[in-house]
């Protein structure tokens, strides 16, 4: 073979191979991009954003006809996640979290609750959206529109059961950090809005920033010990349920001591975006009358309490009151607690 | 004879006072009867059953309270739930966080305070 041709076969060999990488460089981008910007890959990235950014925000929060102002503070550094939600107005609350310690002031109580938990369990996972989530959930990009003079995409998450809620989701295109939020029910009427109105996010916050404002002179303390492993009382019971609601799955359960309370064992049933707590304690013996189940709201959060074989079932989630209801009457004793009592 | 034609009128005298005594007797039992119109009033009294006094007795118009009913135990007093409410939030997504703890600072103080608190948790001055 002649030299020139020679070396026109290595270059074509070259362009060959470069055509093909190309391709598949642009093939990884297109890839990368579509997870990117699919509804759910928004939602990853909104999740990420709020948990692994350090920001400074003041927002409004309505609920029941209701407005307050609210400010939030998060950082990440060292791998410690702090975090500070203070109430602008109203009752004053604060919350404080510093790894595996949060602390909830109450000026309106004029107490103050630290919850301590073990360290191994200070980077609390929480649900993330997957296939399964998918086949419950119509989850869309219904709009793309300027808010607070940036781009959002709106996400739209429609259950497709009344089990649980619904949110759309006002996601700022360069950080992914949600501007705003709406929880909507299962008839799509809006019962619950965040709306940022200041953000801002930083490479540095002082730990000055997560100190309380008010006062606690004369405040009554309140702690947990740290949950010794398995805490006595709780860890010979084994509770389990017989039905959930359709996607519904325990992803959690532990035995801990909250503050002003005995042992209870913690169970965490989800559908991979909402989540219900249910926590069991054992009832002393009633002196008075009865205890009766009762429902409870926390803004639209629901619970749902009632005594089973001598315990106290507490259901809490951000899902209808029906849902709480549904998997606190399904919880059932087994084992060393059957035959115990 | 003469003693018989004198005793014949005993028994229609007697029989004429009976009549008399028993007319008085009506015409008297019946100006102690209420007027007409007026209620008939009769006080049964149950145990644990309160009496709710006439109007026209107490001198006090036409209202009254329903006695409250005894409550029933609540079955989470509402520190424990605010207990529950953040040991939850730690396993919530970050929206539903953000949410359930803004809900949560924003909601109205419950009316159980101090005195719940001080019976049933640990207090650790600080």
């Known amino acids: 073979m002649s030299r020139p041709l020679r070396t026109s076969g290595r270059l074509a060999s070259l362009a060959l191979a470069w055509a093909v990488a190309s391709v598949a460089a642009a093939e990884e981008t297109a890839q990368k991009r579509s997870v990117e910007y699919t509804p759910t890959g928004w939602l990853e990235r909104m999740d990420q954003a709020l948990t692994t950014r350090n920001y400074d925000g003041t927002f409004s929060h309505w609920q029941g006809g209701r407005v307050e102002m609210l400010r939030i503070i998060h950082r990440v550094q060292d791998g410690t996640v702090s975090e500070r939600l203070a109430s602008l107005d109203g009752s004053g609350r604060e919350f404080i979290r510093t790894g595996a310690s949060l602390t909830c002031y109450l000026p309106d109580r004029r107490t103050v609750l630290v919850e301590q938990r073990p360290p191994e369990e200070s980077l609390v996972s929480f649900p993330t959206v997957n296939d399964q989530t998918a086949s419950f959930y119509d989850i869309r990009e219904v709009g793309h529109m300027r808010l607070n003079r940036r781009d959002t995409h709106v996400i739209a998450v429609s259950p497709k059961d009344e089990y649980r809620y619904g949110y759309r989701l006002w996601v700022d295109e360069s950080t992914a950090m949600p501007l705003k939020s709406q929880l909507v029910d299962p008839h799509g009427q809006v019962i619950e809005q965040i709306v940022f109105a200041s953000l801002t996010l930083t490479s540095r916050i002082p730990d000055s920033a997560f100190r309380p404002e008010i006062s606690t002179e004369g405040f009554q303390w309140l702690r947990n010990d740290v949950t010794p492993h398995p805490p006595a009382g709780a860890s010979a019971f084994a509770w389990s349920v017989t039905s959930l609601p359709p996607g519904f799955r325990m992803s959690v359960r532990s035995a801990q001591i909250l503050p002003g309370s005995g042992p209870v064992d913690h169970l965490v049933f989800t559908d991979g975006f909402a989540s219900v707590s249910v926590f069991v304690e054992r009832q002393p013996a009633p002196s008075g009358p009865p205890p009766v189940p009762e429902s409870a709201t926390v803004g639209s959060s629901s619970a749902f309490s009632t005594v089973v074989d001598g315990h106290k079932i507490t259901a809490v989630g951000e899902v209808p009151p029906a849902t709480v209801r549904f998997i606190a009457g399904q919880l059932k004793a087994q084992g060393a607690a059957a035959a115990g009592r | ?126």
């Open chain 2, 1 to 126: 004879m003469r003693c018989c034609s004198r005793s014949w009128w005993r028994p229609l005298a007697g029989a004429a006072v009976a009549a008399g005594v028993a007319t008085v007797s009506i015409l008297w039992l019946r100006t102690q009867a209420p007027l007409p119109g007026a209620p008939l009033v009769t006080q049964v009294t149950t145990p644990g059953q309160a009496t709710l006094p006439t109007p026209a007795a107490s001198g006090q118009g036409d209202s009254y309270v329903v006695p409250r009913p005894k409550p029933a135990a609540a079955v989470v007093p509402s520190t424990e739930l605010a207990n529950y409410v953040v040991a939850h939030s730690m396993f919530s997504n970050p929206v539903a966080r953000r949410n359930l703890l803004s809900a949560f600072m924003t909601s109205e103080s419950p009316a159980a305070g101090t005195e719940e608190l001080q019976s049933d948790v640990k207090a650790i001055a600080h």
